[in-house]
């Protein structure tokens, strides 16, 4: 891989890992466009890793709220008389990054090799689209972040492993559970970046001696991670601004058309699947 090819995926996976329109469908698509094998284990690697630049930029956009988050949690295992809201959120995003480091580990072969497949992020773009206008029509926004449960956490995180179908979106099907358990838009928002910290980390790390090992490189690594971040911390702040006033239906249409056109150049064989 060259820098280049490393520059246009790390600007893809910093605009795409947080918008609910499927990071590793657009990871994978690019990586058809720019000529390299989207199922080879490398690439693969590669692409996980440079997700590390994203959570990078939550970390630090969300700095303050993690540090309120980690001193109410560590309160609280000291003292249960200082078991408040920060707490009890610090165990929601616990248990609902369990589900997705179980299933992603079971099935890491699948996920990395039949999965990796244009058709499957095009036919992925197109279903979830439908799933994601269901929750926005069935949303009551009736619960804000501290009326958050464990049960919410748990459900959530389940939603947060059909993301591992490339096109689904992880951001997509983490709000979309949260707007159907009546969580409010951003509410459910802040929840899928909090969720994505844990589950985004331990896939870049686990994947980083691949990365490194198998032809990738260190230094397109290093680029492609760093240009994440740059795009995904700018990605956070307008997304959170967006959600707070508009429906996520408004991503429904582009997803759609993308998924329409992967699978007409798929059919007139201008890209490979694989």
């Known amino acids: ?30 990586e058809g466009l720019l000529g390299l094998p989207v199922d080879d284990r490398s690439i693969t690697a590669f692409t996980a890793v440079i997700q590390i630049g994203a959570i990078i930029a939550t970390l630090l956009y969300f700095r303050k709220d993690i540090a309120r988050l980690v001193v109410g949690f560590t309160r609280g295992v000291a003292s249960p008389s200082h078991r408040g809201q920060d707490y009890r959120f610090a165990w929601v995003v616990i248990v609902g990054s369990i589900p997705i480091g179980v299933v992603g580990f079971a099935f890491q072969d699948v996920i990395t090799g039949p999965l ?15 799933a994601m206008v269901f ?51 951003v509410t459910a928002t802040r929840l899928s970046f909090f969720l994505a910290i844990p589950a985004l980390t331990a896939a870049g790390l686990y994947e980083l001696p691949n990365a ?63």
């Open 212 to 274: 490194l090992a198998d032809g990738v490189g260190l230094l397109p690594t290093l680029v492609g991670t760093v240009v994440s971040f740059v795009v995904a911390y700018a990605t956070i702040a307008w997304l959170l601004k967006f959600v707070a006033g508009n429906s996520i239906v408004w991503f429904v249409p582009y997803r759609v058309a993308l998924g329409v056109v992967v699978m007409v150049l798929l059919a007139a064989n201008v890209l490979s699947a694989t």
């Open 1 to 30: 891989m060259n820098i280049f090819e490393a520059i246009v995926l790390g600007i893809v996976e910093g605009l795409t890992e947080f918008l609910p329109v499927s990071s590793t469908g657009h990871l994978t698509l690019a």
């Open 116 to 130: 990796r497949n244009l058709w499957v992020v095009a036919a992925a773009l197109i279903v979830w689209s439908g």
């Open 135 to 185: 929750a926005e029509r069935r949303a009551t926004q009736s619960r804000t972040e501290d009326r958050t449960t464990l049960r919410d956490g748990l459900t959530i995180g389940l939603a947060q492993c059909v993301a591992l179908v490339p096109g689904v979106s992880r951001s997509g099907a983490t709000i979309s559970a949260g707007l159907l358990l009546g969580l409010d838009r």
